[in-house]
T-cell receptor, first 114, second 114 residues
């Protein structure tokens, strides 16, 4: 059972470069999310998608974009990476709706922007 | 706006001791959900519990128990007879709008030593 697959696991990136973090889920969940984890700040929501074809902004969306062309995939793009985007990025999914239950997380993608 | 405070940055205990991790939340909503997640050294996020605001019953699951008190806006987590495998970062989180757009606390690092 794969659950949520994130790629790459780790990446070092020069500032100014474009980067896409991939996320795929095989649970047919409606809702997907991107969080970033920073020391001392916990996890913060970047963007989310309640269902295929829709996206929304979370707490820290600036500098990031997402798309949801289908149910399974939810890529996160950094159009022009900056050092402050150095973080661990977690993709997550859930069944969606108001009473959503458990949020399933991927294993994270560690991104370093130099 | 909602906020989750985990005032304990790091706790160290000796194996078999009981330990309580504190979580205080702020929200003006009357309907909300509270969560606890565990992040072991391997980095993945493991769901422990979800509680809705209308259910103040305490819950016990093996060595884990949760004390939800709306009067003090707290959702504390107790591990009884701690074990080395309990060593992890524990996050408390709040969802006020439904849909699993969580607001996380900054986490508590628990170290259980022999």
């Amino acid at each position: 059972i794969a659950g949520i697959t994130q790629a790459p696991t780790s990446q070092i990136l020069a500032a100014g470069r474009r980067m896409t973090l991939r996320c795929t889920q095989d649970m047919r969940h409606n809702a997907m999310y991107w969080y970033r984890q920073d020391l001392g700040l916990g996890l913060r929501l970047i963007h989310y998608s309640n269902t295929a074809g829709t996206t929304g902004k979370g707490e820290v969306p600036d500098g990031y974009s997402v798309s949801r062309a289908n149910t399974d995939d939810f890529p996160l793009t950094l159009a022009s990476a900056v050092p402050s985007q150095t973080s661990v990025y977690f993709c997550a999914s859930s069944d969606g709706g108001l009473d959503t239950g458990e949020l399933f997380f991927g294993e994270g993608s560690r991104l370093t922007v130099l | 706006a909602q906020k989750v405070t985990q005032a304990q940055t790091e706790i160290s205990v000796v194996e078999k001791e009981d330990v309580t991790l504190d979580c205080v939340y702020e929200t003006r909503d009357t309907t909300y959900y509270l969560f606890w997640y565990k992040q072991p050294p391997s980095g993945e996020l493991v769901f422990l519990i979800r509680r809705n605001s209308f259910d103040e019953q305490n819950e016990i699951s093996g060595r884990y128990s949760w004390n939800f008190q709306k009067s003090t806006s707290s959702f504390n987590f107790t591990i009884t007879a701690s074990q080395v495998v309990d060593s992890a970062v524990y996050f408390c989180a709040l969802d006020t709008g439904g849909g699993n757009k969580l607001t996380f606390g900054t986490g508590t690092q628990l170290k259980v030593e022999l």
